[in-house]
């Protein structure tokens, strides 16, 4: 059986590195841009230099390199689909055929890139969770979406929802986790070659980790109650927030980016 220990996604380490230290605002507006960039880039080569970005971007962190880089595993799937579709439906010259399906060059080259992106992009993603605390998290969304105001949406509750979307998957993976450690202990066989056993072993899986889903997401609202939380406007902040000559670098650096991947 696998555990879902290995899951890193959303994890925070309190350190004092460049990355730590810059605006939360700022980590997410990069982020956005240069996701934006890296699908825009049509060169190969061009999406290999936004990957070598991230690694500079992971030493900058100064966060652990092999808990960054566990949390590929979690798109492995979508790196498989995306580029299997690319190798079997890409149009181009064909080098060999798998039964009734032609492998073209293209094909090759797209899977590549398509992958190369998705693992940049993961990259991206995981650093931030890594960098930024819950709270400064929230606050760089409401910033974000201040200007939505003017439109009458609430961008505060938007901004907590996206925040506990991206901080509740570890509490999600934790509950798996648990679930699966006790149907194992009462005889499950999760580990079954079979696949058709495997699935019926999951079913059981199913409910039990909804009804802990509902019950985390109720106490977090009992809490918000609690606590007076009403997502009105106006409120201030103990801590003011203000862009550092190095958060106006990354940004630059990030619209560059994103530049010259449109106009390349």
Known sequence: MKSFGHIRLGVFYPLQSPLHRMDAAVKVACTALLAVAVFLAGSPYLVLAFLVMAMVL????????????RGLRTVLVILLIAS???FLFAPGR?????GPFRVTNAGVVNGFVYSLRIIFLTLLITL??????PT????????????????R?????????????FRFLPVLLGRAEDIVVAQVSRGARLDSRNPLRR????????MPFFAACFRDAEALS??????GWRGDGGRTCYRSYGLRPADYLALGLSLASLAVAAFL
């Open 58 to 69: 992971v030493y900058l962190a100064a966060v652990p390199p092999l808990q960054v880089l």
């Open 84 to 86: 299997v579709a690319q």
């Open 94 to 98: 064909e080098l060999f055929r798998l």
């Open 128 to 133: 931030l969770a890594m960098t930024t605390p």
């Open 136 to 151: 400064d998290l929230l606050r760089a969304f409401e910033r974000l979406m201040r200007p939505l105001r003017r439109v």
């Open 153 to 165: 949406l609430p961008a505060q509750r938007l901004a907590l929802v996206f925040m506990l979307a």
């Open 199 to 206: 699935l019926g072993a999951i079913f059981p899986l199913v």
């Open 222 to 227: 009992m809490a918000l109650a609690c606590r």
